[in-house]
């Protein structure tokens, strides 16, 4: 009896472990995502559809539009499409979330984990528009009242740069064009800074496991002229 209970506390500890380490990564998703549906409540309660508020000028804007699709207001059309891309999300979210708490549990950089909670919030943020947003406001812009059928809410509009290509500029030359026009929320930026330091730091972010897996290709080929030789 002792020896089982010995070897059932061994085999518990990397899971308590792990589960205490998932404990800050939560807290911060949990947060980015409040972040997020405070900021969406707000000007889905107090803006009307398409109104604008300049911030700093004509560089940032407040800007209530909705749209079906991706991020950046990227559309996916008709009633089964939103359900494809509901469901790709929580798809997504659920391999992410594996992904992190095995991340954690191997003891990755912080820096990995931070972005990848930054994916999944950003993940979660939208998942909730889609999913609650057209029962929660079914009586607000035409909504109709079904599950999976909300539109995600954007708002910040950042035209930086508006002017006209040259004239001699072949096929768009003369036409007037804006500099990052898309409209996005709070979750898109979550999505992008994530994936962003992800690609721009994955030579660091990763090295520990390329190590790994190279000290375990050299053991290989150790062991394997060692056999060859006796």
């Given amino acids: 009896m002792k020896l089982n209970l010995t070897e059932n506390n061994t085999l518990d500890k990397p899971t308590l472990k792990t589960s205490k380490a998932m404990l800050w990564p939560i807290y911060i998703i949990l947060l980015l995502v409040v972040i997020d ?3 969406k409540v707000y000007i889905k ?3 009307h559809l398409d109104e604008s508020v300049d911030v700093f000028g004509d560089w940032f804007k407040l800007y209530f539009v909705e749209n079906n699709g ?3 207001g990227l559309e996916l ?8 891309l509901t469901g790709f999300r929580l798809f997504v979210t659920v391999i992410g979330f594996l992904y992190l708490k095995s991340c954690v549990a191997k003891g990755a950089k912080k820096v990995l984990i931070i972005a990848l909670c930054l994916i999944l919030a950003g993940a979660i943020g939208n998942i909730i528009d889609s999913v609650f947003y057209g029962v929660i406001f079914n009586d607000i812009n035409l909504y109709q009242g079904r599950w999976f059928q909300g539109q995600v809410v ?8 508006n002017g006209a290509f040259p004239s001699w500029m072949p096929i768009w030359g003369g036409e007037h064009f804006t500099f990052f026009s898309p409209i996005w929320n709070f ?24 190590k790994e897996g190279e000290s375990a290709e050299n053991e290989a080929s150790v062991s394997e002229t060692m056999d060859i030789e006796s």
């Fill in 77 to 84: 059309g008709g009633n089964i499409g939103k359900y494809i």
């Fill in 187 to 210: 979750a898109d930026a979550c999505i992008s800074v994530g994936i962003f330091a992800i690609i721009l730091g994955q030579k660091v972010l990763f090295e520990e496991h390329l």
């Fill in 45 to 47: 309660t107090n803006f």
């Fill in 70 to 72: 991706a991020a950046f």
């Fill in 37 to 39: 549906q405070a900021i």
């Fill in 154 to 161: 954007d708002m910040f509009y950042a035209p930086m740069v």
